[in-house]
């Protein structure tokens, strides 16, 4: 006796198992990929705050040149260039996720005259990774050879602020010890 067809089979055939596995090595690429740019989203975040920053640097050195070519005199503090004579209308806004204190005039930047802007998101006198991360983001941008993966106290330029300046120009962020803060700076010209 022959048993009857019934169309009910038993398991999967080859084909039908290949499909399966293109099909979740699919998925799990697109899952990939969006995962990937979800662990990414930090440091993108931390990019468009130095690029905030740097905004705001160019912003308050056409300020100054304005200022002094109007007034004849060098602003004495960061204030100057918003008070009566509305060069600007408002200081920068500090970007509170870099800087506790915001911008600063410094008269006395070993010599120079600079903007600076003190990275301290932790608020102590020491730094942090995350503080440190800003401080080779913005020096990224103007030395493409600047390290982007840096550990707690990395320090950034030289005790030697003209020797730090001469490696990256007229914009750039160090820090002078361990336990510094990086700052970020913007030399007059």
């Known amino acids: 006796m022959t048993q009857k067809y019934t169309g009910m089979r038993k398991g999967i055939s080859l084909v039908e198992m290949v499909i399966a596995i293109v099909l979740f090595a699919a998925l799990a690429a697109i899952g ?8 990414n989203t930090d440091m993108q975040s931390k990019k468009a705050r130095v690029a905030a920053a740097t905004d705001q640097a160019n912003q308050l050195l056409q300020a100054y040149v304005i200022y002094k070519t109007e007034t ?4 004495t503090t960061i204030e100057d260039l918003n008070g ?3 060069i ?3 200081i ?9 204190t915001g911008w600063e005039l410094n008269a006395s930047a070993d010599g120079h005259v ?3 802007l003190v990275i301290d998101l932790n608020g102590t006198t020491s730094g942090t990774k995350s503080d440190e991360e800003y401080c080779a983001l913005f020096n990224r941008e103007f030395n493409t050879s600047t390290e982007l993966n840096v550990t707690d106290a ?3 330029g030289t005790t030697d602020f003209n020797t730090t300046q001469a490696a990256f120009g007229n914009y750039f962020c160090m820090q002078l010890a361990a336990d510094d803060n990086a700052t970020i700076y913007v030399i007059v010209p």
Not at 32 to 39: D, P
Not at 72 to 75: Q, S
């Open 32 to 39: 990939l990929k969006y995962a990937k740019s979800y662990l």
């Open 72 to 75: 004849g005199l060098e602003p």
């Open 84 to 86: 009566s004579s509305m």
């Open 88 to 90: 600007l209308t408002a």
């Open 92 to 100: 920068p806004t500090r970007i509170s996720e870099m800087s506790t």
């Open 114 to 116: 600079a903007f600076q």
């Open 154 to 156: 990395s320090t950034f």
